[in-house]
């Protein structure tokens, strides 16, 4: 009987949930949401993929690629976190229900050496001569 | 005559949210024996700890249980720095007990649905699971995720909480406290829920103690256990009182989760405002090296943590005892003497996490 107000309360009032996906609800900006990759700052120094603890980020510097799993990604925004150009982005937006598995492959300039400076190079001759 | 014969009860069930099977030998409608069997789940993430980096690995061992994700990596977090020689700061020392609180009132809350369930009472499961999303709500906000919070790390905590998340927080707390104690009366006096919990899966105070039962179970048989009275993160700055019944029945149980649900929220309002100013992080000294184990209260019990390092980025080896595996015994001396409708009500009084147990 003590559920009896709650109950009636609940019939009168309205509905606790959404009509989702038809009412979206405003997602918290501090949400760990889809991740992409903005791949002209990219430098390609593989940290993100050396950090993912599932490893569903492969660099390759070389070719200037960047391939993302995201069905094998936990959405622990470590590799964001850690991202030295802060290229990776998190969105506070969820990925949507998807009938297929797919790979997010971004490829951009690698990264090249530098070239080598005068004082560079009379530092590398003077270290060959043994003076 | 009473006849002899075995039911089976699981790994399929409606009141099981996980696969734990038992055989029940009952006599006419007695149950006279439980036979469980295990390992319908098992995952072998223990031995991933030789193959991923031991910062890593705190995202693994948040997967062992997705109800208490928060507590298995803070208990994983400490165990390591206290191998490492480092102690978390104190501002991430609050956060740890601020996120683990909020992770323990959703699962007691969950828990208090679930029973109500077990026990054919819709409208409150129902009623409670809506309170519960005022907590979901505030991890998904502060953490960024709503159940695999992500928050702790070896050596302190990723995420800060600003002073207007801390007072939305305290708005979203008074909602679901109002909530929790709107249910009191229907959970606690009403008559259909003592008829279905009272005098039901009695463990007494001394049969909790040598089945070595742990959490709210061994608490609703009169014992004043909890580890967090040992005063692990910073829960030696607040006031923490433990929560103990002494019935030792399905109700005591009920009773002891229904009021550290309210404790919790207590005890997060309390860090909450007394947050300290300091680093999150501090810087580790190198790879763990040597041995250490760590104990932490969970929902459902004393979670307890081996972890052996030898310097290098991988730990050797881990060993998780999580509080479902403890209180099979208690659950397989409560079973035997009930009737079979009370068997639901009973299996779901120790909180059956059966994904922790067989990680």
Same mark, same amino acid.
């Given at each position: ?131 | ?137 505030? +991890?998904? @906000?502060?953490?960024?995720? =709503? ?6 790390? &070896?050596?302190? *905590? !990723?995420?800060? #909480? ?87 029945? +399905?109700? @005591?149980?009920?009773?002891? =989760? ?6 919790? &929220?207590?005890? *997060? !309002?309390?860090? #909450? ?87």
């Amino acid at each position: 009987m003590y559920m009896l107000k709650n109950v009636l309360r609940n019939l009168s009032g309205r509905p606790a949930t959404r009509l989702y996906p038809l009412e979206d609800r405003e997602p918290f900006p501090a949400y760990r949401g889809r991740i992409h990759n903005v791949v002209e700052e990219c430098i390609f120094c593989s940290s993100c993929a050396r950090l993912c603890p599932t490893g569903a980020i492969a660099v390759d510097s070389r070719a200037g690629r960047w391939e993302y799993d995201p069905f094998l990604c936990v959405y622990c925004s470590v590799c964001v976190e850690k991202c030295p150009t802060k290229c990776l982005k998190q969105e506070c937006t969820h990925r949507t229900a998807s009938v297929g598995k797919f790979l997010v492959s971004r490829t951009g300039t690698p990264r090249v050496k530098k070239a080598k400076t005068e004082a560079g190079e009379r530092k590398a001759a003077a270290a060959e001569t043994g003076g | 005559m009473s006849r002899t014969t075995v039911i089976p009860f699981g790994p399929q069930h409606p009141v099981l949210p996980e696969p734990l099977h038992i055989r029940l030998v009952v006599e006419d409608e007695n149950v006279v024996q439980a036979v469980p069997q295990l390992g319908f789940v098992h995952r072998g993430l223990e031995s991933l700890v030789r193959t991923k980096d031991f910062n890593q690995m705190v995202f693994v061992v948040e997967r062992i249980c997705g109800i208490c994700s928060c507590i298995h990596a803070n208990c994983y977090c400490n165990a390591i720095e206290d191998m490492l020689g480092v102690t978390a700061p104190p501002r991430a020392q609050f956060l740890r007990v601020i996120w683990s609180e909020l992770h323990r009132i959703h699962s007691h809350l969950l828990w208090l649905g679930l029973f109500a369930d077990a026990f054919g009472f819709e409208s409150v499961f129902h009623q409670f699971w809506r309170v519960r999303e005022h907590v979901m709500d505030i +991890c998904e @906000a502060t953490a960024g995720n =709503r159940v695999i919070l992500s928050i702790n790390v &070896v050596g302190g *905590v !990723r995420r800060d #909480l600003v002073p207007d998340q801390i007072r939305w927080m305290l708005v979203q707390l008074d909602e679901t406290e109002k909530g929790i104690r709107e249910l009191t009366k229907t959970m606690l006096n009403d008559y259909t829920v003592q008829e279905r919990t009272r005098g039901i899966g009695v463990l007494t105070r001394d049969e909790a103690r040598l089945l070595g039962a742990v959490g709210p179970t061994l608490r609703g048989s009169g014992w004043e256990c909890d580890e967090r009275m040992h005063g692990y993160a910073a829960y030696k700055d607040l006031n923490f009182v433990p929560v103990v019944e002494q019935d030792g029945d +399905c109700y @005591a149980r009920s009773r002891v =989760r229904f009021y550290e649900a309210l404790h919790s &929220v207590a005890l *997060v !309002r309390e860090a #909450l405002n007394r947050l300290p100013e300091s680093e999150l992080t501090v810087k580790l000294p190198g790879n763990p090296d040597g041995e250490s184990v760590f104990r932490v209260e969970q929902p459902r019990g004393e979670l307890f943590y081996y972890v052996r390092g030898n310097g290098g980025k991988m730990l050797e080896r881990m060993r998780v005892r999580t509080p479902t595996f403890a209180n099979i015994p208690p659950l397989l001396h409560m079973l035997p003497g009930c009737k079979l409708p009370d068997v639901p009500v009973i299996v779901l009084s120790i909180d059956p996490c059966v994904s922790c147990t067989e990680r």
